[in-house]
Each structure stands twice: as structure tokens, then as C-alpha cells.
């Protein structure tokens, strides 16, 4: 049970690792495209990156662990890789929502929702490697 906690938590970090990166891709683009202000760029990508990386724990908290120890290393070695990817997928907005949820004292209004689809699209990000990074550690205990 430790081991699979365990596993989950250093998915978190590579998902969130995957999300830095993409941020910092995004912000040598954009200074490519500036024709400078890489710093600056890079300073307001970590504004984004860090916030969204503090609500990814706490969705972890909530949803990542409770998905973790409830796939069994059997299950994720009898299940293709697109299933496992898709489940993965499913985790990020389920987490997400549980956040607006939390931050909203269970009532979701509208407002809540308008203007976060650059959230959700991190959320899937971050969860799917997350996921798979997890499944990818427990397979390869279980062989």
C-alpha cells in the first residue's frame, strides 16, 4: 500500500514536471516570437506553473491516492496502455471539479467554471503522465 502512495507521489512530480517544461517551451516560444524577454516570459510562466502544481497536490490528496490504491498492480498489468491512459485522463477533471467544489463549499455556480478551460487541459496533462508514470512503477515491481 506504501509502495503504490509512493509511486503516485512521484507520478505527481513527473506530471507536474511535464506541465514545467511544456510552460518553459512555451515561454522561449513566446520569446522567440518577442524577439527577447526570455526572463520575463519565463517569470510569468512560473506564476501560472506554480499555482496550478499546489492545486495538483491537493487533487492528488483527493482523488490520486484513492485511484492508486484502488487499481491493483494485477489490473494495471492485464490492462492495455490506451485504457490506462484514458483513466488517467479521467482523473485530472474529476480532481479539478473536487477543487471548484472544495473552493465553492460544495455548490458549483457558473461563475466558477467560465474561463478555466486552460485549467482542465493541465489537469488532463498533468494526470495522465501522472498516471502513467504510476502504473509504469507498480508494473514493473509486480514483473
Sequence with gaps: MRFRIICSFFGLLAGDGAFLVLALLNALRTSLLLQGQLKAQCLIALGFVIPIAIASVIGW??????????????????????????????????????????????MPESETFTHTGFIWICAILISTVAFAVHCALVGRRAR
Design 61 to 106: 490528496l483527493a482523488v490520486g491516492v484513492p485511484a492508486a490504491l484502488m487499481v491493483s498492480s494485477k489490473r494495471i498489468l492485464q490492462s492495455p496502455l490506451w485504457l490506462l491512459l484514458l483513466f488517467g485522463a479521467l482523473l485530472g477533471p474529476i480532481a479539478l471539479f473536487v477543487i471548484f467544489l472544495l473552493l465553492n463549499r460544495g
